[in-house]
């Protein structure tokens, strides 16, 4: 089962921030927090991942508590394209299990609206 | 450099037909992975290959289901004798084998069975 609880559904004003929110209360240690998008009838994509310290890459912004028990992905300027299910992934990075299924959730279906 | 390619895009079969979906990693990927997405679910991880291994079957249906990766060629999943139960999206990743890079998806095949 997935390790991590999201909204069902949010919405978001084009051109304005998108918040996602994600809840891993029970992360461990050497877990890491991804999250991917699924844009309609396509096959999903990496947004990006982080530790515990805050990451931004040319997609998005990842923030992370400092307990580690939850996290924001933050889509700064979205646009209609944006419009997708985004999921929240806790796992050991790929580089430290042998074993590196993924394990997605039910993720947060995220309307852009114009 | 060219990303996962999955074909067929879309496959009609006939209960009881065979299905072979081909999935060829972006190149210089030595892992790949196999999910289902099932109409309005998520997708649930199948099995995780490396070149003329199986590393991971857990997610494997018992029966009907095989899937191979071999030194030469796409990995390959077939399905025998389908029933409607199987009608679904098939999803392909494929990652390098440093494991520092992260899963990258094809387009998916979509599996309708009649």
């Known amino acids: 089962d997935a390790k991590t609880t999201q909204p069902t559904s949010m919405d978001c004003a084009e051109g304005r921030a998108a918040n996602l929110p994600c809840n891993h209360s029970t992360i461990s240690g050497n877990e890491y927090v991804y999250w991917y998008r699924q844009i309609h009838s396509q096959g999903p994509q990496y947004i990006i991942h982080?530790?515990?310290n805050n990451e931004t890459n040319e997609m998005a912004s990842l923030i992370i508590t400092e307990d580690r028990k939850s996290s924001t992905l933050i889509l700064p300027h979205a646009t209609l394209r944006d419009t997708a299910v985004y999921y929240c992934?806790?796992?050991?990075?790929?580089?430290?299990?042998?074993?590196?299924?993924?394990?997605f959730g039910k993720g947060t279906r995220l309307h852009i609206l114009p | 450099n060219a990303g996962v390619m999955q074909n067929p895009r879309h496959l009609v079969r006939r209960r009881g037909q065979e299905a072979r979906l081909r999935c060829s990693p972006m190149k210089g990927h030595s892992h790949v992975y196999w999910y289902r997405q099932l109409p309005e679910e998520g997708l649930k991880f199948m099995v995780y290959l490396q070149k003329e291994n199986i590393i991971d079957e857990s997610g494997m249906p018992k029966e009907r289901f095989s899937a191979e990766f071999p030194k030469e060629g796409p990995s390959i999943l077939r399905i025998q004798q389908v029933v409607r139960g199987d009608s679904a999206a098939y999803f392909c990743?494929?990652?390098?084998?440093?494991?520092?890079?992260?899963?990258?998806f094809g387009p998916g095949t979509r599996l309708t069975v009649t």
């Open positions: 982080g530790l515990k």
């Open positions: 992934i806790v796992r050991v990075a790929p580089f430290m299990n042998r074993d590196d299924k993924i394990i």
């Open positions: 990743a494929s990652s390098p084998p440093n494991g520092r890079e992260e899963q990258y």
